[in-house]
Structures are given as structure tokens and as C-alpha cells.
């Protein structure tokens, strides 16, 4: 019987650790073939939009897709559904709000583990919300960090983010007045901002060598938080998936712009591999561009729904599903 | 809460006459552009395929989707989902195998009523499966049938649909053993084959004055029931949707054949409002491709979820959705 599954028991199963796990499996997978990335549809409403996004993780026999509507004024909502991918059952139904934070979190740690310098023990923080937050919880797993700056425009904000994070991590986290400031004597930079049409924050200006960056806050066309001019002063530009070249805002700019070198760019499945190597030097200057994918998704969602039936958690309900003989 | 609807209780809520009227309705209300249809995305695998199609009612308040997958051998599962427009509030799951029938042949009568011949009574068909049975039942809906005869490529199968369907809709059918004796004083052909590329059944030659044409058996590139000779015959062709002229095989090779005129291409919900106007004279050929949309399922199954509301039918389960704020 098909599961069920509430915020509240998401958040029991899914740890960060877990999450990082099943998606760098499930990424040197889809590297090898096993995996299969659908094309992904966003319908625009009069008050927002709905998006819909397959994937199949054919080393699990899981198949499914997540759904994500947005109805101003009330908010967004996040469902993923998940089949067996050999028999087609369906198995599972589940709130994905929490899932879509820890898996984007994850994602960046690890692009980090790949593309930070070895041993990066410092991180400048770009925004304060609740995305910054499961970056920087990412990010913890994946590196000994030992000193945390953040900027955000509202001091009070970026005050009560320094003060739970701290409490959160065990660390002391910084809160500071200035982008410069973040990104002073700071090993990776993350760009977690919500610029809400403000444009893009971070021009090539701020960075410094060594940096690595991950960019999580332009996933729209008409999302921004990094400017064309940090495109060139980039060497290497790392996406979860090639959409975000046509998604993102910033690449799309880029674009425009003529500082987009298609050369530059790689899926963060090829370093996972090792098809295509991490950091290559010390003052390489790298960028993990994110939108987000399915994969990410159905991996992290198959993983919540295993341990809750390890558990015993969820509502169980009918099979509902009727099937189509194709004799 | 949400509910969930299994197939027998979307079948004992859903009649041909409801869907008919509320497909109808919903055209009329997409030309008048209060229908919102999404682009759809169909994600290949190796054992079959998983298809996802989005669309809204704004008249209704309603959003939707319809997931459908093939897993082989096991067979088709179909499931439409229903929100709030407004809201965003998840309102139903449902079993859309029954849903999916019907309004394929709902769509098919309401291209009949305004593109077959005034008063026209006697059906050729081609073809005895599943989706000739819900064709033929719809048509019996729009029009007083008098004559009735049914070609496929089985004795034994065209037998048994006459014999069957007979009895289900009270007048004489007839089992032909050829396409050109179905066609003979039929004013309605409906080509509801199951190919299997074994390539086009229907010529150029075989179409008559007068004739409409439902064609619902190629709605993939690989399907394929009608010859591109038929195309230039054709005075008219009426589409569910423009996806058909690259989603349907025959529209693919029609196009390919260079005989698929774009002037001669309309789609039904211009019809149905008036905005173009049905059968012209007696003599015009006419032809309703249909490959279906998100806006027949999400029609259909705001009627089955309103009828089960109505009735207490359905099991309630948690609304498991939180709420991602946009403050």
C-alpha cells in the first residue's frame, strides 16, 4: 500500500549526511547511465505557476517526479511522488518542502567537497535565510569549518542568523556589514540571496583567488545575485544540470552579455565520476551554479520513504491505481 | 482534506453526458482564454515511459495535472490531480484510467456535433478495442445513430464488438470485413486502431464527400492509422491541440509527405466557441485529430471529484502539504 508522508515525519528520516550520500550516489549513477533526467515543465498562473520535474533512478527501481505549485498569496507547496521503476506501483506520496532544502544544501556541499580547496575551513555567507541555512548545515558536513562570516542588507536578520547558527553548528559565526567583509580571508563563498528584482550583488570585483562559490539564488530568469562580470574572472563553472544555462538568470545574462564560455562548463555529475577533475589549483577561481534537478529529488525522496518504512511512519493508502493491460 | 478516488467510484460518478458538457464548456472557456494549458513533458525509459500534463481552469478555481506511465509488461496507470486555483490547497487523487476513455471519446463526439454532417446516423468504424467502445458511445450521445458497422482486422473481435455493443446502446451493428465496406454510407468514420506499426490503415482513396473523420489512434510518433494520401483529400483538419501536428505519427508523416497545409489546421476550441465555424456544406471532408489535452482530464476530473464530493464517496486522507511561505 502506498505511504503517505507528512512534513513532520520528512524531517524525522532526512538528515543532512543521509541526503549528501544518496545524491552523490545517485549523481556518479547518472554519470554511468543509470539514471535518466526527464525535461521539466514550469505552467505560469495569473498568481504564480507549477512546475513539474520526472527523473528515474534505474539503480534503485524508483521513478518519480516532484510537483511544485505556487499560488500568491498563500505560498508554495511540494509533493514528490515515487513508482517503482520495474513494475510501475506506486509507493509513495510526500510532503516535499524540507526535502527541497536539504537536498539544494547538499547538492552545494558537494560541488564543495569536490571544488573547494582541500582543507577550506572558512565561509563567507551571501543572505541569511532559511536556504543559508541549510547551506551552511551542508556545508559543515563536508569540511571542519572553523570561521563563518555573513552579510545580509538587514543587520538585524543577518544578526539573529550569526546567533542561531552559531548555536546550531557549535562555531562562532560573524555577522558583518559588507560583502567585501564576508568574502575577506574566506575560502568558499555562498550566494544564498532572494534580490527579489534588486540585481545581481556579486560582480567580479568581490573575488579573489582560491574562491570557491556556490550560487543557489538565481534559479528564474528573472532571478539575480551574480553579476556578468564575475562570468570571466571565473575558471570553471559548475551546474547541477545544463538547464541552468537557459534557468538561471545569471547565466542568462551571462549569455547576453558574450561572458558565457560553454567551454567552461561542466555538470557536477562529471566531477562526481571523475570523468572531469575537481579543483586543479590552488587559485583556481570555481563557480557551482545551481537550479536544482529531480534527481536530486527522487534520490532524497526515496531514501525519506526507505527509512520511513524502516520506521513504520506515514499513513498508509489504498492502492488507488488501477492498471491498463497493454495485451 | 484531500480526497482520494479510486476507479470505481471515478466510474460511478463519471457519465459520458457530464463529460461531454464540461469538456464543452471548457473549450468554449480556453478560447476565451479562462484555460491555462501547460506544455507537457514525456520522459522515455527503458521499459516504457512516464508523461506528465498540466493545466488550469480558471473559471472552475481549479489546477491540475495528469501523470500517466507505462511500465512493460505490467501495463498503464493514470492518475489526474486536483488543487485549488486560489489557494493552491490540494483538493483530490484519482484513478484516471476511466477518466482517460472517456473524455478521449467525450472530445470526439463534441468535434462530431459541430463538424459531422447535420442529422448524420450512420458510423463507420475501424477498429473494436477499448477506445472504439467509449468513441462509439460518445457519438450515440450527439447523434440519433441508425447504422452501425465495424471493421478490424479480427473475425472474432469485430464480432463480439457488434454483438456487445448492441446491446449496450439498442440498435444493429454490423461486422464488415473490409474498411471500404465499414466506409460505405457511413457519415461518421472513427479510426480507433491499435497499429502497432504495422504502418496507416486509412487512404486518400477510401475517403468519401461528406465524410467526418475521428482519428484517435496515433496520438505518439510511432503510431500511425492514417496514410499521408488521406491528407490533401481532407478539406479540413480540427485538432485538440497544435502539439498534435508533432506529437501524432500521421501528422508527422503527413508533414514529412509535405501535404500537412497549416491553413487547413484549427483547433477545436476555436470551433466550439464560434470563432471558426463547423462544417461548411455537405461535400467538405473533415477530419478531428485528437492526441488529447490536460484541459479534457483536468475538465473531467473536477466533474468526478465535485459528483464525489456530493455523494461522500472517496477516502479522506491528511492534507499533507505545509506551506512554504513568500514573505
Not at 543557489?216 to 528573472?222: A, D, N, Q, V, Y
Request: proline residues 4%; aromatic residues 4%; charged residues 20%.
Amino acid at each position: 500500500m502506498p505511504l503517505v508522508l507528512i512534513d513532520d515525519e520528512v524531517r524525522q528520516v532526512l538528515t543532512m549526511t543521509g541526503a549528501i550520500r544518496v545524491i552523490e550516489d545517485a549523481l556518479r549513477e547518472q554519470a554511468a547511465g543509470r539514471v535518466i533526467l526527464g525535461e521539466r515543465v514550469n505552467m505560469l498562473l495569473p498568481n504564480g505557476w507549477m512546475r513539474l520535474a520526472p527523473a528515474a533512478l534505474l539503480f534503485e527501481d524508483v521513478l518519480g517526479y516532484k510537483e511544485f505549485h505556487l499560488t500568491r498569496p498563500s505560498g508554495l507547496r511540494y509533493t514528490v511522488h515515487l513508482c517503482e521503476a520495474g513494475s510501475g506501483r506506486l509507493l509513495a506520496l510526500m510532503d516535499a518542502k524540507y526535502i527541497t532544502a536539504i537536498r539544494t544544501g547538499a547538492t552545494s556541499a558537494i560541488a564543495a567537497r569536490y571544488l573547494a580547496p582541500a582543507g577550506a575551513a572558512t565561509v563567507g555567507m551571501i543572505g541569511s535565510g532559511a536556504e543559508a541555512r541549510t547551506q551552511l548545515e551542508a556545508l559543515a558536513c563536508v569540511r571542519r569549518l572553523q570561521q563563518v562570516k555573513v552579510f545580509s542588507p538587514h543587520a538585524e536578520r543577518r544578526e539573529r542568523f550569526a546567533a542561531e547558527m552559531s548555536t546550531t553548528l557549535g562555531l562562532a559565526i560573524t555577522a558583518v556589514s559588507s560583502i567585501d567583509e564576508a568574502i575577506e580571508g574566506s575560502e568558499i563563498l555562498v550566494a544564498a540571496t532572494n534580490t527579489r528584482g534588486q540585481g545581481p550583488v556579486l560582480t567580479g570585483n568581490h573575488l579573489r583567488p582560491g574562491l570557491h562559490i556556490n550560487s543557489i539564488g538565481s534559479t528564474l530568469p528573472s532571478q539575480r545575485e551574480l553579476d556578468h562580470s564575475a562570468w570571466p574572472v571565473v575558471d570553471r563553472v559548475v551546474v547541477d544540470t545544463r538547464m541552468a544555462l537557459t534557468e538561471s538568470g545569471d547565466a542568462i545574462a551571462a549569455r547576453e552579455a558574450g561572458v558565457l564560455d560553454p567551454l567552461k562548463v561542466v555538470e557536477l555529475q562529471e566531477i562526481v565520476s571523475g570523468a572531469v577533475p575537481g579543483r586543479s589549483s590552488k587559485g583556481e577561481i570555481t563557480l557551482f551554479k545551481s537550479v536544482g534537478t529531480a534527481v536530486q529529488d527522487i534520490a532524497a525522496g526515496y531514501y525519506v520513504y526507505k527509512e520511513a518504512v524502516r520506521r513504520g511512519l506515514g499513513q498508509k493508502i489504498a492502492d488507488f491505481l488501477s492498471i491498463k493491460g497493454i495485451g
